[in-house]
């Protein structure tokens, strides 16, 4: 099913939704001590969401309850994009590409942001997707189809690397994002005589673990950098924003392609951040993304890291 880069652009999720984007955050590189390590946290800008696409399952009055407290839009969701960068044993290790420049306006700000720090984009030697979505992966190529970081290895989950190319996942998928597995099958095309793919439970790059967090998308994988007795774990989109995902975590999101196991993995991994005390940055998370999960009576809160 080919399609051009313009009805491709004409109809991802930003205009299919109907959305509106917001101009972008200038912000300047976050960076924080890992032990020996440094982690830089980096903004590629941000998405804007329709409430109804994110919470299709709860009322107006459920959505105003829960959000009017804190101050926030009850009709849309307006998520930072924070991607990770770890630099250790000569290694820079970038978790997610960003957006590019063919989703929403508001997003595929990695360039400047690595620019800002100093970085060129050759400097990457790996690079580990959370997962395939948009925001996450279609960052690898630019706005010629040029690859972004010519000389990285690139590390993906085997599930995940299959789901996005085996023929059966463009039939099933809803009209809508359709364009999500012919962006995704048109990026892996790029890149993929320098994947590796590995299972949950593999140590990636030296200290850094995927861990299994299934549901967002097949094979959705979180990151757990170990440096010492430090640790920092980069929880992709298993939690991504921090009222709702906190608050309940139990809500369905439509944001997620198994909505159920989505859920089932939220509350499991926020119960076990919340007794290890272990810092988390989220891709979605307000800009840096930083924090610890605090228990909050039957629930949870986004607390800032000590």
């Excluded at 959705?220 to 991504?240: C, E, K, M, P, Y």
Aim: contains cysteine.
């Amino acid at each position: 099913m080919p399609l051009t880069r313009r009805e491709l652009l004409g109809s991802t999720l930003a205009l299919a939704l109907g959305t509106t984007v917001r101009p972008a955050r200038a912000a300047a590189p976050d960076r924080l001590a890992l032990g020996d390590a440094e982690v830089t946290i980096l903004s590629d800008g941000a998405l804007s969401l329709p409430m109804s696409f994110f919470l299709p399952d709860r009322t107006a009055e459920e959505i105003a309850a829960l959000l009017a407290p804190h101050g926030l839009p009850l009709d849309m969701v307006r998520p930072d994009c924070n991607l990770t960068l770890l630099r250790s044993q000569g290694r820079l290790v970038l978790f997610d590409a960003g957006a590019g420049p063919m989703f929403q306006d508001s997003a595929g700000k990695l360039a400047e942001s690595l620019a800002a720090a100093g970085i060129d984009p050759a400097e990457v030697t790996d690079l580990c997707f959370t997962h395939a979505h948009p925001d996450h992966l279609w960052g690898v190529v630019d706005d010629l189809d040029e690859p972004v970081f010519p000389n990285a290895r690139f590390w993906m989950n085997r599930l995940e690397w299959d789901f996005w190319r085996t023929p059966a996942t463009l039939d099933a998928m809803p009209e809508e994002r359709k364009s999500f597995v012919v962006g995704a099958r048109n990026r892996m095309q790029v890149i993929e005589d320098r994947v590796q793919l590995f299972d949950a439970g593999a140590e990636v790059v030296p200290g850094v673990e995927a861990v299994a967090s299934f549901g967002h998308t097949p094979g959705h994988t979180s990151f757990a950098i170990h440096r010492g007795s430090d640790s920092l774990l980069v929880v992709g989109d298993a939690i991504s924003n921090a009222v709702i995902s906190f608050e309940r975590p139990d809500w369905r999101s439509g944001s997620d392609q198994d909505q159920a196991q989505g859920a089932d993995t939220r509350v499991r991994l926020l119960d076990r951040l919340a007794g290890d005390r272990a810092r988390i940055v989220g891709f979605h998370l307000p800009y840096p993304g930083i924090g610890i999960v605090e228990r909050a009576g039957r629930a949870y809160r986004f607390g800032a890291s000590a």
